[in-house]
């Protein structure tokens, strides 16, 4: 028996916080206070230093290793004299590492807190009754020992398979053998690219020396919601393996009808549940379910599109299934470049109630032609086609319930020019959506009257573009509500309403619309939003 549980103490996981709370309280009550992080010993901690340093030393080697082979058999080096040499060292290591971790689990052994722990969390694994999870839950620790809380296999009929749930594809023009010859360079570099520093330059958070050194402030944040919050930490599993790391606040019990409404949140390309856009709905009152992107915190994975859409339809999943809100109840929030799977939710999921977009994009092409030279043009255009065609106002337009944009007024990550507010892409997802639910009204006038009011970047800039062309908001509800009124209840956009109007008209009628489907924000990109910019999207 004790030999066993030295071996669970070896190979267990690294513990780093003992939680408390499981219900909402103020931060500063003794209650509170009975929250702490777990302490080390000397024996645990030195002998996890080591570890933790041979850890970053085999990341390194093994980033560089592709130049360190180059350079040894440049110098002749690589040959089965000098390569046993090598062996015994490396063996030797191997052995030393193994005597290190030894040690640290005879240090957990003589922790009494950390022998508990790993109690509860056999027990867990081996009955994972609502009470066994519940103890196992008072505790933060490696994500990846974790056991899996709900799989998209337990749905009896998941929109997605083990290749993944479906996708819009980019439809690229037919090649002949020789053409495809020809291309065959640019296609390898395309893929070396995005498999390499392409897929790290679109999702920064996903590279570990990133985290590591955002570690304090993600279990600050994780303390935060567990203990203040009474957030619930789940490991969902995809349908392609992944399992993604999620966190729950329910606001059901006396919350009214924000809290039985569910806010789903999608993070930004650096962003995390712990310190995200999460924070925004729950400040709100909002029952609120976050998660992070496959290889952010604890899901595993990489962050390319299929592995996204897999993750989000597993989350939605989950909140149906197993959390038992109705997806009538639920509403998407997204910041940036979660765009991408709020929009292929909604799309997924057409009875999902609303969907909020914040400092969103329409798509990344533009974005990614912006920071690349101008002569990468061709080879750009077909990786991010190829790899990662985050289409935003392609899906986006294909949900037929309200929608609210927020745009950063003074955004410098979505705009083409710093200094020029109308190359923010939020602009273009606007104008896109509304020319799709209303192409009678959005006529070249009204489109121009529109950009005339997106080029205002302050309120009362707003109103003045608004009030020069005498736009009455009862007329253009009254115009709008009797057309539908007359019309199938369940007519789907796009509608054809307009095409009697008068080119006045219809500019104060686009004019109306653009205001309902978009709020300005004065601030940055990376401004949290405040619970009072969080709107219901309007709806008729």
């Known amino acids: 028996m004790a030999v066993r549980m030295w071996h669970r103490c070896i190979f267990g996981p690294h513990l780093q916080r003992i939680h408390r709370s499981h219900a909402p309280i103020v931060i500063s009550t003794p209650r509170a206070r009975m929250a702490y992080d777990y302490k080390q010993g000397n024996l645990e901690k030195y002998t996890d230093g080591i570890l933790g340093w041979a850890s970053a030393l085999w990341f390194l080697s093994y980033c560089s290793s592709p130049v360190l082979l180059c350079f040894l058999y440049g110098k002749g080096y690589i040959c089965s004299s000098k390569l046993a040499p090598v062996s015994q060292y490396v063996t030797t290591m191997l052995l030393c590492l193994l005597g290190v971790a030894c040690i640290r689990g005879w240090g957990r052994w003589k922790n009494p807190e950390y022998v508990k722990f790993i109690s509860i969390l056999e027990e867990a694994k081996k009955n994972p009754s609502p009470d066994n999870k519940k103890k196992m839950k008072s505790y933060n620790f490696d994500f990846s020992h974790w056991p899996a809380d709900f799989s998209s296999t337990e749905v009896s009929k998941p929109k997605g398979s083990k290749a993944g749930v479906s996708m819009l594809k980019h439809e690229s023009r037919p090649r002949g053998a020789a053409d495809a010859i020809r291309t065959l360079p640019c296609h390898v570099i395309s893929f070396l690219i995005v498999h390499t520093f392409g897929r790290r330059m679109l999702y920064p958070g996903s590279v570990g020396i990133l985290q590591k050194a955002m570690r304090p402030m993600l279990e600050q944040g994780m303390a935060k919601l567990v203990e203040q919050y009474g957030g619930q930490r789940n490991k969902l599993v995809a349908c392609d393996g992944n399992e993604i790391d999620t966190m729950f606040v329910d606001r059901r019990e006396g919350g009214g009808s924000k809290g039985r409404t569910l806010v789903i949140c999608c993070e930004g390309n650096a962003g995390f549940f712990e310190v995200g856009c999460m924070n925004t709905p729950l400040e709100g009152g909002f029952s609120v379910l976050g998660w992070n992107h496959p290889g952010f915190g604890g899901s595993t994975g990489v962050p390319f599109p299929q592995n996204e859409t897999n993750a989000m339809d597993v989350v939605i999943q989950f909140a149906v299934h197993k959390l038992n809100f109705r997806l009538e109840d639920i509403r998407i929030y997204a910041w940036s470049i979660g765009g991408f799977t709020a929009s292929w939710a909604v799309m997924s999921y057409p009875e999902i109630q609303s969907v909020v977009l914040d400092a969103c994009f329409d798509d990344l092409l533009p974005l990614a032609l912006k920071v690349m030279p101008d002569s990468w043009r061709p080879l750009v255009q077909y990786t991010v086609r190829q790899y990662v065609n985050l289409n935003v106002s392609e ?83 009254n115009v709008l509500f009797s057309y539908q009124k007359n019309s199938d209840a369940d007519m789907a956009f796009p509608w054809d309403i307009g095409g009697d109007l008068s080119a006045l008209e219809k500019q104060q009628l686009a004019l109306f619309l653009a205001g309902k489907h978009m709020r300005n924000f004065e601030t940055t990109h990376c401004t949290p939003l405040p619970a009072s910019e969080f709107r219901t999207p309007w709806k008729l």
Not at 395 to 421: A, C, F, H, M, W
Not at 454 to 460: I, K, M, N, Q, R
Request: proline share 4%; with cysteine.
């Open 395 to 477: 899906q986006l337009i294909k949900y037929q319930g309200p929608v609210l944009l927020v745009r950063r007024t003074n955004d410098e990550i979505i705009t083409t020019s710093p200094t020029d507010i109308m190359s923010n892409r939020g602009n273009d997802l606007l104008l896109k959506l509304l020319q799709f639910r209303y192409p009678n009204i959005m006529t070249y006038e009204a489109v121009t009257v529109v950009k005339q009011w997106l080029e205002a970047s302050t309120h009362l800039q707003e109103v003045a573009v608004y009030n020069s062309y005498r736009t009455v908001d009862q007329w253009c509800d």
